[in-house]
């Protein structure tokens, strides 16, 4: 390993490093293979993402319900002809579009839908999947997995492949959100349990959380909640998870994943596009991290106003791993600036980012266009030490990114991949 005495070469070790590792991407909605329709890919899927539906509809006189009722084909034109004709693809995710193309080595100044289509239409699914994960430099992506969802429970318990690539997460909003409907779902599938949460329905929740913990080997066990979530407050969520999930996460030894902030529904006429964010109470989760030093939590929030509060929280508990740039954050000004309060705060003790995917050949722009941003951070970080006359070799500038684009995941996990 040389030492990087020369500035000039600083920035090219931190681009070259950056751009060239393996990527863990610890929170996706893909899919692997064999389940089938449940993963999305091509332009169809691309331009009808629920990011670009709401921004879309900004422009479009056409009702939300005469948008949905459309097929996606056509929802998909209307969207193209709105955000890539009429206007320029100027936001984070209609940019994410355009270099989803120039990646893959199409045009992207051409204007009609049909020449795009025609290139997805060409691909084999699974030479795409191989070729996508590597042009975007992904070891592996953690997939978010529901057993109480019909036709992902029906893969599981027939069909599932194993492609160690895509790794699986047990998604308990389900559980969590509504515990009537929820009470029927587990009852479909064996689980006796009752409304009251009983002594014996608890029991029965543990079961079915450890149960497909092991089917799945999943890798932590997460949840989404809302700005004001409480975890004590006694209401049949808040007891799910402390006499249910925590105990079960700590037997196995996986995190409890906290997505704090969603707002759920604001505008339920955009569906899927319609939920925004608020600002969180830190303390629930200075309260929960406190009280359950025997679990390890990895935690991102929604709010921008939130950030420094977390970090300084991360600080306070080693048993809270903050990651990502979330959803509403996943853009390049918020990256830059989170991720530098991060390193300001917390050393390399975080995991920067993850991508939120829920269409496949997203895996390129999401991580293109963020280890761009997390690159410039670190030569800044790195250029204050040498201005002190500190000479950082290309040994640590490959240790500090692979511990922060993955390695964190790993050793917070106590595993290896
Ligand atoms: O980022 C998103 O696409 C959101 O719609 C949600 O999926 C969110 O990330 C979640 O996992 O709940
Ligand atoms: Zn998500």
Redesign the pocket.
Known sequence: MIDLVDRRYLVDAVNKVVNSIPITDI?T?LYSECFGSLLLYGIDELLT???LVSEAMRHIEMGYDSFYSMGKAQQAECIWDTLFVRKTPLSESARSVITIFNRLGLDVNIKNLNYYRDYFESRTLSAHIDHVLEVAGIKCVVM?NDPLDKAEHAVWENGYKKDNRFKAAL?V?RLLNNWEEAVLLLRGIGYKVDSDLSEGTIDEIKRFLLEWIEKMDALYC?V?VTPNFTFFDGTIGARIIEECILPVCRLKNIPFTL?IG?KRQVNPDLR?AG?SVGKAEIKELERLCLKYTKNKFLVTILSLENQHELVITARKFRNLMVFGC??FL?SPALIDFITRIRLEWLGTSFIAQHS???VLEQLISKWVHSRTVISEVLVNKYSELYDMGYQVTEEQIQKDASNIFGENFWSFLNKTL
Do not use: P
């Open positions: 929170h909605h993402y629920h990011y978010t998604r909003d997460g989404s997505m969603v899927l939920d979330w959803w996943n939120d995917c829920r």
